[in-house]
């Protein structure tokens, strides 16, 4: 663990866009503080494999550059990345989203 708090900094990454993001035991609110690149974050509100507050919230807590929005009071995690969303639309609206952040971003 004490390896996971080194500075991982890479300045090739200008900026972050996370569907659906998980935490992990490396992550703490010092590591999450430290991001200083536009993070934009996106999230289920029927997803129950990475509910937003015990996943998604650290993020939008702890990183001061972070904003997000759900994609949906009924968006599942399946309907970003399975074959048979509930919600088909939530996967195209995201994915607009993103290239709208990145071209924002990095234009």
Known sequence: M???AADLSDLRVRAVFQVAPSDDASMTPESLRAVRVPVE???GGADTIVPFDGHTKPYLEHIPTAHGC?????VRH????????ADPTARVRVGEE?????????A
């Open 98 to 106: 993103a290239a709208a952040f990145f071209l924002r971003r990095l």
């Open 78 to 85: 399946e309907d970003f990345i399975g074959p048979d969303p």
């Open 70 to 74: 759900s994609a949906g009071p009924g």
């Open 41 to 43: 974050i996106r999230w």
């Open 2 to 4: 004490s390896a996971a």
